[in-house]
């Protein structure tokens, strides 16, 4: 029965060494300082030279030696093999009855692990060797310990060997054997010291002396021995192993064991002792010491096993069952739950309700807002209104929009022709947040997976290929509806928007304040003085009236200006066109002789949008049954006029035709008549005219009549840009218009953005999000359950078949071990 024992433990140590097993064997675990006998002790056990040596470390990786014991038969038989002592490795299927070929086969398969330059390597090396002479045992072999590396081995020798040792001597089903020399002091024994460190009371624990011979004379171990100086509870053990001399000089290990017993017995201090060491005495009492641990570990070890056999039952579990592939209602079930949850798992990681919610960083739909609200939120507050806008481009807009005419307003289509490329700017950020959200989404879909579903690579790479075409589709749609929301606020821009005509005009005066013009004091009269058909008593500069660039506005928003500019429209449609033209030159002479009269040394007032407002110049007159302004004209009318230059009278300085002249007038003559003060650039050609234009049919009659004055009148080039009047900087009225266009467009633009940044996500969740999580789950289902697809995508993957085998293998070896040993247990008892 105990020979069964150790036989089982080397059986069940074989079977999970091949598959990796987790269960650790009764075993004894030699562990000595380097060149402190380990070797020769072993090789005095078995009876044999086999393992290799030489000087400095040999031992390099954990050698698993197992003796058995082969009873030699009584009678011969023809079935008998020739050999009663042989060898064989784990890892090599062939016998060996020459020890001296296991020797080069340990060095060999040492070279290959851990290489030639004295590395060590913590993979064992398992050995059994069948012979009539040894007893049932199992010992491990472990590197020597030392203290310095030499030659080129590793700095870090030292902690390797020391963590390997420990790796062994840890485990509680292992007995050390701690390999002492008796030539050296004990209290420096490194054995004994880690020995300590796992078995601090010693039970598991069996001191071996070797080199008792070679002590100072007059010295002995006698006091070791007996376990006066270091107790252990399996005691000390002394031995004499051959020498190097007796080594080279093959001496016998029959020889070495019988002049070991002459000196036990001869030796005056060890006499009495001597049947308690040597290496027969050894070796007997090592496996008296491994049954008793076997039989002691047995609860343990079957308490292990049903551990063990719980676990690896469970991972099979997850690796599912291979038989249920072959039935196609099976696989169509099994296929059609995996793309529910995958679908499930998706649409729960979307809207946040998933499980497996990380707390160490955003995941699933926290993304998707933090795209809407973070990045494009301030990609749009990143963009400024008018920092791709300098002067010259607004004041060159300006000058385009009005055509061959000069403007006495400022017109809106050079608005119109400002804004709509800054909300343009705009277009990018919106298409980019529409990236952004879809690869999102597509991460969410490739997190999406599960134990089960890892174990058919192909189906799952399926169902994301599915869920990432649905997204592709969607993606199309989002960007052109979210690029038409741009296009929808470029194509009409609605500037009687409550909130861009309340801010553009507060914005503007808080901003760019005019200064108030001083009146000189009214002249002592108690005629009422008119002014463009208007009561002075209307322009008392006391009255409630705000001041935008320097125009005088009534409560409700409009101008002055704008008013008489809309009574004069409505005087002009009621009347004939000879009343009107006699109306307009009676207000025009009428208004101008009690101007004249009235403000006989006011100096010339600034210019501004509305051109000259004082002396030479007038407005039709209003008829006296005018409506008054209703709430839809605003301020902007002022500045726009209504649908464009409206018919009004224009200044002395252009004329009136047909009784009533057209308003154009650009605000560059002076008070007076038609006669001007000279001529004031509008425009700098910055390229030279074009050499093709330059010849004309009037080239050759330059100096017919002497005047060359006509001729000098060169060919336009290619390139003019719009220049401040007095060509280094802008006058007041320019200024004026620039920083109005820049509060317009930087008002509009806000209620854009404000606009766009409210609907682009909307869109997105609208057209992409829940459009995908409402339609995933029909889509897989059209595009992947199909019979014919079962057989393809339930696949496993080949290293998944692989471990799978393996740990159906090893359950099988949990469960034969549990019952042998269960056997084992009843023969016990």
């Not at 301020?635 to 009004?648: A, K, R």
Request: proline share 6%.
């Amino acid at each position: 029965m105990d020979s069964d024992l150790i036989k089982l433990v080397n059986k069940l140590q074989d079977t999970f060494n091949n598959l990796g097993g987790e269960l650790d064997m009764p075993q004894l675990v030699v562990v000595g300082s380097q060149s402190a006998g380990k070797s020769s002790v072993l090789e005095t056990i078995v009876g044999k030279d086999f393992l290799p040596r030489g000087q400095g470390i040999v031992t390099r990786r954990p050698l698993v030696l197992q003796l058995i014991h082969t009873p030699i038969p009584t009678e011969p038989s023809p079935n008998a093999l020739p050999y009663t002592e042989w060898a064989q490795f784990l890892h090599l299927d062939k016998r060996f009855t020459d020890f001296g070929e296991i020797r080069k086969e340990i060095e060999q398969e040492t070279f290959r692990v851990a290489g030639q330059n004295k590395g060590i390597s913590k993979l064992p090396i398992s050995l059994r060797i069948f012979s009539p002479n040894v007893l049932d045992l199992t010992l491990v072999d472990l590197p020597g310990l030392t203290k310095i590396p030499v030659g080129d081995q590793p700095s870090d020798i030292e902690r390797q060997i020391r963590n390997l040792v420990i790796d062994y001597i840890s485990k509680p089903n292992s007995v050390i054997l701690s390999v002492s020399p008796a030539n050296v002091d004990l209290a420096n024994s490194e054995s004994l010291k880690l020995a300590r460190s796992v078995d601090p009371q010693g039970r598991r624990t069996i001191g071996v002396l070797t080199k008792l011979d070679l002590m100072d004379a007059g010295t002995n171990a006698f006091d070791i021995l007996s376990g006066r100086v270091y107790p252990l509870k399996l005691g000390f053990i002394g031995i004499v192993n051959r020498s190097q001399q007796d080594i080279n000089s093959e001496k016998s290990m029959d020889d070495a064991l019988r002049d070991e017993t002459e000196f036990f017995k001869n030796h005056s201090a060890y006499r009495n002792i001597a049947h308690k060491n040597g290496t027969k005495y050894l070796a007997k009492t090592l496996n008296q010491v491994l049954l008793a641990h076997i039989r002691d570990k047995l609860p343990d070890m079957k308490a292990r096993l049903n551990t063990l056999m719980g676990q690896a039952q469970q991972e099979l579990n997850s690796f599912g069952d291979a038989a249920v592939f072959g039935d196609k209602n099976q696989q169509g079930a099994l296929i059609l739950r995996l793309m529910t949850q995958f679908a499930r798992d998706f649409v729960s990681s979307i809207e946040g309700t998933n499980v497996d919610i990380s707390t160490k960083e955003l995941s699933g739909g926290a993304r998707v807002y933090y795209i809407f609200n973070d990045v494009f939120g301030n990609a749009l507050m990143s963009i400024n209104a008018t920092q791709n806008l300098d002067n010259q481009d607004i004041r060159t807009a300006i000058r385009n929009s009005t055509g061959p005419r000069p403007s006495l307003f400022v017109p809106e289509i050079a608005f119109d022709l400002l804004v709509k490329p800054q909300i343009k700017l705009l277009e990018a950020p919106s298409l980019r947040c529409v990236e952004l959200v879809y690869e999102e989404l597509v991460k969410i879909c490739h997190n999406c997976t599960s134990t089960e579903l890892q174990r058919f690579p192909r189906l799952h790479a399926q169902l994301i290929e599915v869920v990432s075409e649905l997204l592709r589709e969607r993606l199309g749609p989002t960007s052109d509806y979210t690029q038409s929301l741009i296009d929808i606020q470029s194509a009409y821009i609605n500037t009687n928007h409550p909130a861009f005509v309340s801010g553009s005009a507060l914005a503007h005066a808080q901003v760019n304040p005019p200064p108030r013009a001083q009146l000189p004091p009214r002249p002592a009269s108690t005629e009422p003085i008119h002014i463009n058909g208007v009561d002075d008593e209307d322009e008392d500069p006391s009255d409630d009236n705000a001041s935008v660039n320097g125009m005088s506005i009534h409560r409700d928003g409009r101008s002055v200006s704008n008013t008489i500019h809309d009574r004069s429209r409505a005087s002009t449609a009621s009347h004939a066109s000879s009343s009107t033209g006699t109306l307009n030159a009676t207000t025009m002479t009428g208004s101008s002789k009690r101007s004249s009269s009235r403000h006989p040394s006011q100096p010339q007032r600034p210019r501004s949008a509305i051109g000259t407002t004082g002396a030479g110049a007038s407005l039709g007159g209003v008829a006296p049954g005018s409506s008054p302004p209703s709430a839809r004209e605003t301020f902007l009318n002022y500045f726009f006029g209504q649908n464009g230059p409206g018919p009004v009278a224009g200044g002395i300085g252009h004329g009136s035709h047909g009784g009533h002249g057209h308003g154009h007038g650009h605000g560059h003559s002076g008070s007076g008549g038609g006669g001007g003060g000279g001529i004031i650039p509008v425009g700098r050609e910055t390229a030279g005219a074009d050499p093709v234009l330059t010849s004309g049919p009037m080239a050759a009659t330059r100096t017919m009549d002497g005047n060359s004055a006509a001729y000098d009148m060169k060919s336009l080039g290619r390139h003019i840009e719009a220049v401040p009047t007095d060509g280094s900087r802008m006058t007041m009225r320019e200024e004026m218009e620039t920083n109005l266009i820049r509060s317009l467009i930087t008002s509009y633009f806000g209620i854009v953005r404000q606009t766009i940044q409210d609907l682009v996500p909307k869109a997105i969740m609208h057209l992409l999000v829940n459009h995908t999580s409402q339609h995933v789950q029909n889509r897989l289902v059209a595009s992947l359950y199909s019979p014919e697809l079962f057989a393809e995508l339930l696949n496993e993957d080949e290293a998944l078949v692989a471990e799978r085998d393996r740990v159906k293998a090893l359950l099988d070896a949990y469960k034969e071990a549990f019952k042998t040993l269960s056997d084992v247990s009843v023969k016990g008892t």
